[in-house]
């Protein structure tokens, strides 16, 4: 499905027809949460012509008080209305997504959004004019009490690819998927996941920026869906112990004007890929630990990285099997991909993609090879092995991973020093909260017996 184009006068009367009562104009923060600012169909002319204000002061990671004034330039092709009522008497709401401009009228460089565009048009001057990304990302469903407040109680015991009665969340990811149609999404499946009350829908590929703007619209659909239904959505990657979390497995794809450039039309050569594909994934292992700050953004992220969970811990690809961090999927043409299984839907996606994409480059650039495929099963290897064999591990705490990114001169560069600067602060933090709380795991294992 093309994505539309709209022009002002377009959107002006589509508002009209519809009778549209409010535009919210959204964006995404440094951590990944996304904002908006609502206003009055009254107050459409001044969104379109890129007068919207708001106070950046108060958005964590922009800017500090004494600049808080910043302006929304709003990206018309990503306009839409929501197709749920979302007041007390159903007035319909549009949604606009928008890159935040500071008080000159220049690119603000704390918008995530705004470096993977930048991240994009590098790779437009090096020749390539796509970059095409499908990931496939999944959530758990928790049941709401009766006031309405998520429980710990997951909402079926269903297995993969279960249906009904098993899988108790059927109906309400084919509203999800309905929803999501109607919003100009194409889905291509849905289903029940591995664990228990875990589910995952899957849509077609696109441009980087337009995944990571679908991304951030589907995780607000899940969640309203959801609650609706009397369920909770959460995408944390690993809210209950024991069974498997929940992944945002990455798909990427470079094409130029002759078309995919990973396919190497060889199937006797590196599996079918093209050099530009093994000298990218050379790139992409390379700045994996730095990656994985923001690919696996949280605290609860390194609890979902962990052997015996189908979670990738080591800096590994293979074409045959599921446990490195890298799989090259069997199809080939235009189908040819990489598909990156370490990424969580905690990242923020614009700043996530910005980094693959500019750690690939820098593989190109450098005709960086990667290691060896490993076909056997990693999670079975002793540590020897491993060692032989090359792997070695992606950090398996976030403060470790924060020290990888701290160091990386290129994932620095690919989303700015001004967006990597914040993120570490704020994460540190966090870090430092939580290594500060005492858990039930340690009282159950410590109090007693010392």
Known sequence: MAKPSYTKADIKQIVQDEQVEFIRVTFTDVLGAIKNVEVPVSQLDKVLDNDLMFDGSSIEGFVRINESDMYLYPDLSTFMIFPWATDAHGGKVARLIADVYSKDRTPFKGDPRIALKAAVSRAEAEGFTAFNVGTEPEFFL???DEKGEPT?????????FDLAPLDRGENVRREIVLTLEKMGFEVEAAHHEVAAGQHEVDFKYSDAVDMADKIQTFKLVVKTIARKNGYYATFMPKPVSGINGSGMHTNMSLFDKQGNVFDGHDADKNLGLSDTAMHFLGGVLKHAP??????NPTVNSYKRLTPGFEAPVY????ASNRSPMVRVPASRGLATRLELRSVDP????????AAILSAGLDGIDN?????TAVDKNIYLMDENERKKAGIVNLPDTLLAALDELSNDDVVIDAIGTHITDKFIEAKRIEYTSYRQFVSQWELDNYFMNY
Do not use: I, Q
Not at 290 to 295: D, K, P, V
Not at 315 to 318: F, G, H
């Open 290 to 295: 730095a990656l994985t700050a923001l690919a």
């Open 367 to 371: 005709k960086l090879e990667p290691s």
């Open 152 to 160: 710990m109680e997951l909402n079926d015991h269903g297995n993969y």
């Open 315 to 318: 800096v590994a690809w293979s």
């Open 346 to 353: 905690t990242t923020n996606p614009y700043t996530v993609l």
């Open 142 to 144: 928790f049941k709401l």
